[in-house]
């Protein structure tokens, strides 16, 4: 196994960080590794913004409403940038554009590059010591992560990314057998594995250092998918330009 692949499977979510900002070097590494992910037919259709006014943070973790939003060595925020790759159009041009550019296949597409890039930003900076954590709960409003940004139409923010030292070091979380993901040629239920897993959740949650509970991960997912949340995201994404059609 080489140190890459060790860096992948020893990935932890960090929420706990030293107030120690990351250098310049660390971070033009970080986004450098980004820049070199996979993009579909060539259109790096992302961009990632740096927050480094405390009060923007601030601002980002009261909507998160979590303290590593804003206690970090840095933070990222992704987004999905549909702008650029016809910023330089004529009005004619642009006006033959907006059918296919607001279509769901460049939506995806968008969401797919920041997500890409996200985690080739996330490696390199594991590989280099620092610990992580993705902020889907940017989500929470996102109107308001809009607006705080000044994003221009056919750019949205998808989730942030706290970077920095870690200042704990938390379980490695079990994730799903090998089973329950990978299918040979159709997709297959696989009820056991499951079964299996949630034994081993129940088990972890029990035993782990902090934040014990009774819990499996089939609850977790019955809890989750039983309540509503962030059902104003589809009315912001559409009014940006986005998975019109």
Not at 91 to 96: A, G, H, I, L, T
């Amino acid at each position: 196994m080489n140190s890459t692949i060790e860096t992948i499977l020893n990935h932890k979510s960090i929420r706990k960080f030293k107030d120690t900002a990351i250098t310049h070097h660390q971070l033009d590494l970080i986004i450098r590794a980004a820049q070199q992910a996979s993009t579909s037919s060539y259109m790096m259709a992302y961009t990632i913004i740096g927050i480094t006014d405390p009060t923007k943070k601030a601002v980002l973790a009261e909507v998160s409403g979590q303290p590593y939003v804003k206690d970090n060595g840095h933070l990222l925020v992704f987004c999905a940038d549909l702008h650029r790759p016809t910023k330089q159009a004529s009005e004619e041009d642009f006006s033959q554009m907006t059918e296919n550019l607001e279509n769901s296949e460049h939506f995806l597409v968008s969401a797919i590059d920041a997500a890409l890039a996200a985690q080739n930003a996330a490696i390199a900076a594991e590989s280099m010591g620092l610990g992580i954590c993705y902020l889907g709960s940017l989500r929470n409003n996102l109107g308001k992560v809009d607006e705080l940004l000044s994003l221009p139409k056919h750019v949205i923010p998808l989730f942030g990314m706290a970077i920095g030292e870690p200042a704990h070091g938390p379980d490695r979380k079990p994730r799903l057998p090998k089973q329950a993901v990978y299918f040979e040629n159709e997709y297959q239920e696989h009820d056991e594995s499951i079964n299996q897993f949630d034994e081993q959740m129940a088990t972890y949650y029990q035993s782990r250092s902090s934040n014990n509970r009774a819990d499996t991960w089939t609850k977790q997912m019955h809890r989750r998918f039983a309540k509503t949340i962030r059902m104003d995201v589809t009315d912001l994404v559409q009014k940006k330009g986005f998975n019109k059609r």
